[in-house]
């Protein structure tokens, strides 16, 4: 059961904010992706982004946080860490965490787990909504193969979520803790396997998702893979569901890549994101990283609220608006749920009233 809307999207929770872009208005993120490291310690097959080259740069704790109280003083309401690198390697990490949920904002987590450690679970589980791992075996052959990285790991990081969980226990915290599996052809046999693992540490749930080709990334070995092989996989961890451990099998996601159709003409989900980069960089798309016409600005030169408010935005986004062919978008982007819930809103069926 998918009681967290993975598959799908949350912006019908935010009337308000919606209603105001229906108006007109120029509205403030409700979320935003930021990567607080651009290394990384894996070097997995499926990565997205490495076009990004996993550079050695950081935000600079006291800079990030100083913009993480701005960011909470305009409205928005969530912040997860992730992007170019592994988050948990900012050293800084559990302190910029803590600052994210006391200026207001709710935090998530996505890593690959292995410096999930004692020590950051102590330091900041308390201050986490959400964490995902992603960890893509069953089996330390497979994740050491597709993560490309040792075999020692897969333990290190199930041991990692097995002792988040009793600390979560412990200390009656409410964080879910979940985890995640890129179904590729290497691993789509240890996926059942995966999900009974993850029930028996205790894992909140496990999403097995679709690999989407990102239109920059080096890596082109899954962009011809299908999923319509892997459709039977869904009723067969849907045996595993119970108690309170689900499988987030995103066979919606799955379908729309079979399909090709994006169910809209227009990008019109902008305005309720954004993506800082591990230089300061804040962007319209993560899908676009490295494309000047979908950066706003850089939070090192300015504030959030001036580089929000600012012409070279404004600029982009009337670009996308007037010039940009989704047709060229990443399939089943980050935005993809709520690009459809926005278009139907602008465009709804001449049968609407009739509810």
Not at 185 to 202: F, K, Q
């Amino acid at each position: 059961m998918d009681e967290f809307r993975i598959d799908s999207h949350k912006l019908m929770y935010h009337v308000g904010r919606v209603n105001d872009w229906l108006s007109g208005d120029d509205v403030y993120p409700i979320y935003a992706e930021i990567s607080p490291v651009g290394y990384c310690n894996h070097r997995c097959t499926y990565c997205a982004l490495d076009y990004m080259e996993y550079q050695a740069r950081y935000l600079p704790a006291g800079l990030i946080k100083e913009r993480l109280s701005e960011m909470g003083r305009l409205g928005v309401k969530s912040v997860m860490y992730a992007g170019e690198g592994e988050p948990l390697l900012h050293k800084n990490i559990t302190d910029i965490i803590n600052h994210t949920k006391i200026s207001g904002i709710d935090v998530a987590v996505t890593s690959n787990g292995v410096l999930f450690n004692r020590k950051v679970v102590a330091e900041s589980l308390a201050s986490i909504t959400w964490i995902k791992i992603s960890i893509n075996g069953g089996t330390k052959e497979t994740y050491a193969k597709v993560h490309r990285t040792k075999e020692e790991d897969f333990p290190a990081v199930i041991e990692n979520i097995r002792e988040a969980v009793r600390f979560r226990k412990e200390h009656r915290l409410t964080a879910t803790i979940g985890m995640q599996m890129i179904l590729l052809p290497e691993n789509a046999h240890e996926a059942v396997l995966l999900a009974n693992t993850a029930r028996d540490i205790g894992a909140d749930y496990l999403v097995v998702k679709s690999y989407s080709q990102h239109l920059k990334s080096l890596t082109r070995q899954y962009r011809e893979l299908r999923y319509s092989d892997y459709y039977h996989l869904g009723e067969e961890l849907k045996k595993i569901d119970g108690g309170n451990f689900s499988v987030v099998f995103r066979m919606n996601a799955m379908k729309k890549l079979e399909s090709g159709k994006k169910g809209y003409a227009k990008c019109l989900a902008l305005p309720f994101w954004s993506y800082i980069d591990a230089g300061g960089g804040v962007w319209g798309c993560s899908a676009y990283l490295g494309d000047e016409r979908f950066l706003f600005g850089n939070i090192n030169d300015n504030t959030f609220e001036e580089i929000w408010k600012s012409d070279r935005r404004k600029k982009a986004m009337e670009f996308v608006a007037r010039e940009l062919d989704i047709r060229e978008c990443r399939d089943n982007c980050r935005m993809d749920e709520v690009n459809r819930y926005l278009w139907e809103l602008r465009n709804p069926s001449l049968h609407a009233n009739f509810i």
